[in-house]
């Protein structure tokens, strides 16, 4: 199983990034995937996540009217819109994915800085 993220970087406040999470090694189709975010000496915060087959998503207080989360089941890969930066959002982002009821894929994180 293998998550890879990218598309992280460095922006000013009010500005956009897409993240992009290419997955193999399992079937993408039948997993729920999410995003995740960490800053250090912080718990890592779940942001937003969809399930396998209704695509219905669920977002985070912190995230919510700013962020998009989706899936391309027909390339195993995810992504995370971000819009309306804020220095706040200033983190590793990492992309998972579980088939149950733990989060037990995990891709190698990327980092998103964001300047006031």
């Known amino acids: 199983v293998q998550l890879q993220a990218c598309g992280g970087g460095s922006v000013q406040a009010g500005e956009s990034l897409r993240l992009s999470c290419a997955t193999s090694g399992f079937t993408f189709a039948d997993y729920s995937i999410g995003w995740f975010r960490q800053v250090p000496g912080k718990d890592r915060e779940g942001i937003t996540c969809?399930?396998?087959?209704?695509?219905?998503?669920n977002y985070g207080n912190s995230v919510k009217g700013r962020f998009a989360i989706s899936r391309d089941n027909a390339n195993n890969t995810m992504y995370l819109q971000m819009d309306m930066l804020r220095p706040e959002d200033t983190a590793v982002y990492y992309c998972?994915?579980?088939?149950?009821?733990?989060?037990?894929?995990w891709g190698q994180g990327t980092q998103v800085t964001v300047s006031s």
């Open positions: 998972a994915a579980r088939i149950g009821s733990k989060w037990d894929s």
């Open positions: 969809i399930g396998k087959s209704d695509g219905r998503s």
